[in-house]
């Protein structure tokens, strides 16, 4: 007869009809096992960011340029009014408690397509 001194493992396992979906892992010490919290890094603004203003600038040289004939200046003043919007909402969203790596990175790649607007409407 083996010994019942440790439990049988299959009797820890949680069951679903004829499944086993889990089993604890009690080998783990509680302050290892992973938390569940929510920690927003920088690259979810920064891409958040990027990803927002690429869509939103060639909307506004579409639309304001080419589809409703706007005047250069008034196409580049919404460009840059749009580019200062999502600087805005990714320093509300936390980007200005990230560190100052990714701030000016943000403000690189929003001062980048912007500047790719600008210029096609320029030339």
Same mark, same amino acid.
């Given at each position: 007869?083996?010994?019942?001194?440790?439990?049988?493992?299959?009797?820890?396992?949680?069951?679903?009809?004829?499944?086993?979906?889990?089993?604890?892992?009690?080998?783990?010490?509680?302050?290892?096992?992973?938390?569940?919290?929510?920690?927003?890094?920088?690259?979810?603004?920064?891409?958040?960011?990027?990803?927002?203003?690429?869509?939103?600038?060639?909307?506004?040289?579409?639309?304001?340029?080419?589809?409703?004939?706007?005047?250069?200046?008034?196409?580049?003043?919404?460009?840059?009014?749009? $580019?200062?919007?999502?600087?805005?909402?990714?320093?509300?969203?936390?980007?200005?408690?990230? $560190?100052?790596?990714?701030?000016?990175?943000?403000?690189?790649?929003?001062?980048?397509?912007?500047?790719?607007?600008?210029?096609?409407?320029?030339?």
């Amino acid at each position: 007869m083996p010994d019942r001194g440790r439990p049988d493992p299959k009797e820890e396992d949680i069951v679903y009809e004829d499944r086993r979906i889990s089993r604890p892992d009690a080998s783990l010490p509680d302050w290892e096992s992973p938390d569940t919290a929510y920690r927003p890094i920088p690259i979810v603004w920064f891409a958040g960011a990027l990803i927002t203003q690429v869509v939103g600038q060639a909307a506004i040289f579409l639309l304001f340029r080419h589809l409703w004939g706007f005047s250069e200046l008034a196409v580049i003043a919404i460009a840059f009014a749009a $580019s200062i919007l999502v600087w805005e909402v990714g320093m509300k969203r936390g980007l200005s408690t990230a $560190s100052l790596a990714w701030r000016v990175a943000t403000f690189a790649i929003l001062a980048f397509f912007f500047a790719l607007t600008a210029l096609p409407v320029l030339a």
